[in-house]
């Protein structure tokens, strides 16, 4: 469920399974593939340009013919209902644009709720808002689930050299809203590659106190 307009992922009609009885799904946590009840959906470069802060390395990479696939998704049809539980697997490429690293749009809930985060293969970062301005990372790798409380963004950052594979839970009538952290300025801190491995920086459109600019 997208509360927001311009978000038809999820929108879309998925036949494969209705969750109104048990069924058990077969994880590769290698590729992040869900058999065989699952769609998937892609995010490529164009479909989230705004979301990276180096507007020219966008346009570059774009100008020169090339779309490349940040991040795609695999999901089975699970009703977005209260009571039901959502979960996905997310498959985020390596890679930057300009320093950035490959990320997740990044959002709230619209129904402010939980989310458990378990990293399958590769490593990265999430970085997390809470709707106050308070700010929190964990890495995300295998083994070391991540609980979202309700009320923070979200967003999941590639600081790897391969693909970051990860499953994530959330309540069905959770709903995903994007517009809020983007009204904002987006996220407060971005994920760069430093010289030294990944780096946190303050967002271009934030001032010290993360205010929107
Ligand atoms: C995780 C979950 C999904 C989310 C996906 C991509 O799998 O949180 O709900 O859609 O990451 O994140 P986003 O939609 O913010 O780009
Ligand atoms: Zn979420």
């Avoid at 699952?38 to 995010?43: E, H, L, P, Q, T």
């Avoid at 970085?127 to 890495?139: A, K, L, N, T």
């Avoid at 999941?156 to 391969?162: E, F, I, L, W």
Wanted: proline share 6%.
């Amino acid at each position: 469920m997208i509360c927001d307009t311009g978000n038809s992922e999820f929108g879309h009609d998925v036949t494969v399974v209705a969750a109104s009885r048990p069924f058990q799904v077969v994880l590769d946590f290698a590729t992040g593939s869900l058999t065989p009840f699952s769609a998937s959906f892609v995010r490529s470069l164009s479909d989230m340009a705004h979301a990276f802060e180096d507007q020219e390395a966008v346009a570059r990479v774009l100008e020169s013919g090339d779309d490349p696939v940040i991040y795609r998704s695999n999901y089975p049809d699970i009703p977005d209902e209260a009571g039901h539980l959502a979960f996905l697997t997310t498959i985020i490429s390596p890679g930057t644009v300009g320093s950035e690293f490959y990320m997740t749009k990044g959002h709230h809930h619209c129904r402010d709720s939980a989310e458990l985060y378990m990293g399958l293969s590769g490593q990265g970062i999430m970085i997390m808002e809470s709707h106050g301005g308070d700010f929190s990372q964990q890495e995300l790798v295998p083994s070391a689930p991540v609980y979202v409380p309700p009320g923070w963004a979200h967003r999941t950052v590639n600081t790897g050299s391969a693909p970051l594979t990860f499953l994530a839970a959330f309540f069905g009538d959770a709903g995903h809203d994007y517009s809020s952290m983007e009204r904002k300025g987006g996220f407060s801190m971005r994920v760069h590659r430093g010289e030294d491995g990944p780096q946190l920086r303050r967002s271009a459109t934030r001032d010290e106190a993360g205010a929107p600019l």
